[in-house]
């Protein structure tokens, strides 16, 4: 279970993001949404210990808020970056191990992570830099899939990704929603409403609506709130 | 420079080849990986040299001296970062000044206690062999194999141990590393004290070879920085490639010419090498390391 109550952060002087609060049960999706701008993926790098925050975000019942990011990884949450980025010079396996970190069996992890996303599984030896941008983001999920987390922040995982790869990427983000805590930043209505679970509209740093994805749909506000 | 202490003969330019990598190999991790223009650099390997001079004055072990010495330079190194540097590596400016500040403490330190006067550290491993018509001191080949073996060690360790991958990630992505579970802190803090260790023990290495002085780190300082910067900040390949040209056409210029105008053509070498560096192909792995994934820490929001 992820809480967060009352979470401020921004950039320097600058605060971003006002007053958040929500919670996410393991097995549930909360939907991120907003305009460019909204302070998405600012609560992300909040919650992961990027960016200096305030309030309190709770995970399973301790406080993380203070912790430094890799106390923050240790304690269950992993985070999928918007970009997909990969360390130069080392290999696809390289990044599973860092992922794993003794967390489980090193082979049995990079062999799920095959499973996943077969298109991994043929290139554990390749670096990681000459990978399309497609297969960065399967490696990205996969990192964050193969170590079990209580929570996954994801932020836009299908953006720019042809659409035959958005075909595995949605079971592989459904699979993980089943044992996990799910907090997915999305711009694409159509990825919320495949995934489902609760959305929480940003802006301008706050959230100014929240429901199920569904209904916010059926209302016709999320096209409303989202459009350009 | 330290031409002065060696002895012109076509083995001194291997030697000195190695000396140039030997001296450079510490600098690699604390200005190539670590990115601190670390002035300090030169005051590590004074404290491995007077490290080893002190244990030869009072235990009479040369080679007890060269085994304390990396730990000591590493322990100092270690200090260092926790307790100033490591506030400091967003702010390069200030870490140069820092690190600049340390080394005049340090000198003086060791001036203080061993006072300004040129002292000698005697050879673990005396005598010579001939080759090729050519008198070569047993340490002079100790220290060209030591190179050799601190490189092979130097670079499988980064490539093979736990340790080595997490610090090439941190290295290339410290945000995206510690979000990984990497903790960043700890893998600079070894990174420097690793660092600081091989300037120390290049420092107990050079000491019986040249006359120990409080200046003595500042000799090395430059051509440290020279062929770290000219065999691509970050590539150990590189380093080697660098070192041993600029080395070996240092000693191998003095052949011909005086050691003063050596060194002068050696740094219009080496500006020339900045130049054209890129074109040279030794610095493909460090220019690839800077494209495009330090981008987690600059993203939009």
């Given at each position: 279970m992820l809480e967060v109550e009352d979470l401020s952060a921004g950039y320097g002087q600058t605060t971003?993001?006002?007053g958040i609060s929500f919670t996410v049960a393991p097995g549930e999706v909360a939907c991120v949404m907003g305009r460019n701008g909204a302070g998405k993926t600012t609560l992300l790098r909040a919650l992961m210990g990027v960016l200096p925050k305030t309030g309190v975000v709770r995970l399973s019942g301790t406080d993380i808020s203070q912790r430094p990011g890799h106390r923050i990884n240790a304690a269950g949450m992993v985070w999928v970056p918007q970009e997909a980025s990969v360390f130069p010079g080392l290999t696809v396996r390289d990044h599973l191990v860092i992922a794993l970190q003794r967390r489980r069996e090193e082979e049995d992890g990079i062999a799920e992570a095959g499973e996943l996303f077969p298109a991994l599984g043929e290139r554990l030896?390749?670096?990681?830099?000459?990978?399309s941008g497609g297969e960065r983001k399967m490696l990205a999920l996969a990192q964050a899939l193969i170590v079990k987390p209580k929570v996954v922040l994801m932020d836009?995982?299908?953006?720019?990704?042809?659409p035959v790869v958005v075909e595995q990427l949605i079971p592989a983000i459904g699979a993980a929603a089943t044992e996990s805590a799910v907090v997915l930043v999305e711009q694409n209505i159509d990825t919320a409403l495949a995934l489902g679970g609760n959305a929480y509209i940003l802006e301008q740093g706050s959230i100014v609506v929240s429901g199920t994805v569904r209904d916010l749909y059926d209302r016709g506000i999320l096209e409303q709130r989202l459009a350009l | 420079m330290i031409l002065g202490f060696l002895p012109v003969d076509s083995f001194n330019v291997i030697v000195l080849a190695a000396v140039f990598v030997l001296v450079a190999t510490g600098l690699h991790f604390?200005?190539?990986?670590?990115n601190v223009v670390n002035l300090v650099h030169g005051e590590l390997i004074l404290i491995g040299a007077y490290t080893t001079l002190q244990v030869q004055k009072t235990t009479g072990n040369v080679l007890l001296g060269m085994a304390l010495a990396p730990l000591l330079a590493g322990v100092v190194g270690l200090a260092m970062e926790r307790g100033v540097l490591r506030f400091l590596y967003e702010r390069p400016l200030d870490s140069l000044l820092a690190t600049f500040g340390l080394a005049l403490i340090i000198r003086q330190v060791v001036q203080f206690i061993f006072s300004p006067n040129p002292q000698t550290v005697r050879s673990p491993i005396g005598g010579s062999f001939l080759l090729g018509g050519f008198n070569i001191p047993w340490w002079r080949l100790v220290i060209v194999l030591v190179t050799a073996g601190l490189l092979v060690g130097v670079i499988q360790f980064l490539k093979r141990s736990r340790f080595g991958l997490q610090a090439r990630a941190t290295v290339a992505n410290p945000v995206l590393a510690e979000t990984m579970g990497i903790n960043s802190g700890a893998v600079r803090a070894g990174l420097f004290a690793l660092g600081s260790a091989i300037a120390g023990l290049a420092g107990a290495m050079l000491a019986p070879i040249s006359t120990l002085n409080p200046q003595f780190g500042l000799l090395f300082l430059v051509n440290s920085f020279l062929v770290v910067i000219i065999g691509g900040k970050g590539s150990l390949r590189g380093l080697v490639v660098a070192g041993v040209v600029l080395g070996g056409t240092l000693a191998a210029l003095q052949f011909v010419m005086s050691t003063v105008l050596a060194q002068i053509l050696i740094l219009a070498i080496a500006i020339v090498g900045v130049r054209?560096?890129?074109?040279?192909?030794?610095v493909r792995e460090a220019q690839t390391k800077t494209t495009?994934?330090?981008s987690t820490s600059a993203s939009a929001r």
């Amino acid at each position: 279970m992820l809480e967060v109550e009352d979470l401020s952060a921004g950039y320097g002087q600058t605060t971003v993001l006002r007053g958040i609060s929500f919670t996410v049960a393991p097995g549930e999706v909360a939907c991120v949404m907003g305009r460019n701008g909204a302070g998405k993926t600012t609560l992300l790098r909040a919650l992961m210990g990027v960016l200096p925050k305030t309030g309190v975000v709770r995970l399973s019942g301790t406080d993380i808020s203070q912790r430094p990011g890799h106390r923050i990884n240790a304690a269950g949450m992993v985070w999928v970056p918007q970009e997909a980025s990969v360390f130069p010079g080392l290999t696809v396996r390289d990044h599973l191990v860092i992922a794993l970190q003794r967390r489980r069996e090193e082979e049995d992890g990079i062999a799920e992570a095959g499973e996943l996303f077969p298109a991994l599984g043929e290139r554990l030896g390749q670096e990681a830099q000459t990978l399309s941008g497609g297969e960065r983001k399967m490696l990205a999920l996969a990192q964050a899939l193969i170590v079990k987390p209580k929570v996954v922040l994801m932020d836009e995982p299908t953006e720019g990704v042809a659409p035959v790869v958005v075909e595995q990427l949605i079971p592989a983000i459904g699979a993980a929603a089943t044992e996990s805590a799910v907090v997915l930043v999305e711009q694409n209505i159509d990825t919320a409403l495949a995934l489902g679970g609760n959305a929480y509209i940003l802006e301008q740093g706050s959230i100014v609506v929240s429901g199920t994805v569904r209904d916010l749909y059926d209302r016709g506000i999320l096209e409303q709130r989202l459009a350009l | 420079m330290i031409l002065g202490f060696l002895p012109v003969d076509s083995f001194n330019v291997i030697v000195l080849a190695a000396v140039f990598v030997l001296v450079a190999t510490g600098l690699h991790f604390t200005f190539g990986m670590l990115n601190v223009v670390n002035l300090v650099h030169g005051e590590l390997i004074l404290i491995g040299a007077y490290t080893t001079l002190q244990v030869q004055k009072t235990t009479g072990n040369v080679l007890l001296g060269m085994a304390l010495a990396p730990l000591l330079a590493g322990v100092v190194g270690l200090a260092m970062e926790r307790g100033v540097l490591r506030f400091l590596y967003e702010r390069p400016l200030d870490s140069l000044l820092a690190t600049f500040g340390l080394a005049l403490i340090i000198r003086q330190v060791v001036q203080f206690i061993f006072s300004p006067n040129p002292q000698t550290v005697r050879s673990p491993i005396g005598g010579s062999f001939l080759l090729g018509g050519f008198n070569i001191p047993w340490w002079r080949l100790v220290i060209v194999l030591v190179t050799a073996g601190l490189l092979v060690g130097v670079i499988q360790f980064l490539k093979r141990s736990r340790f080595g991958l997490q610090a090439r990630a941190t290295v290339a992505n410290p945000v995206l590393a510690e979000t990984m579970g990497i903790n960043s802190g700890a893998v600079r803090a070894g990174l420097f004290a690793l660092g600081s260790a091989i300037a120390g023990l290049a420092g107990a290495m050079l000491a019986p070879i040249s006359t120990l002085n409080p200046q003595f780190g500042l000799l090395f300082l430059v051509n440290s920085f020279l062929v770290v910067i000219i065999g691509g900040k970050g590539s150990l390949r590189g380093l080697v490639v660098a070192g041993v040209v600029l080395g070996g056409t240092l000693a191998a210029l003095q052949f011909v010419m005086s050691t003063v105008l050596a060194q002068i053509l050696i740094l219009a070498i080496a500006i020339v090498g900045v130049r054209v560096r890129p074109l040279l192909g030794i610095v493909r792995e460090a220019q690839t390391k800077t494209t495009p994934a330090a981008s987690t820490s600059a993203s939009a929001r």
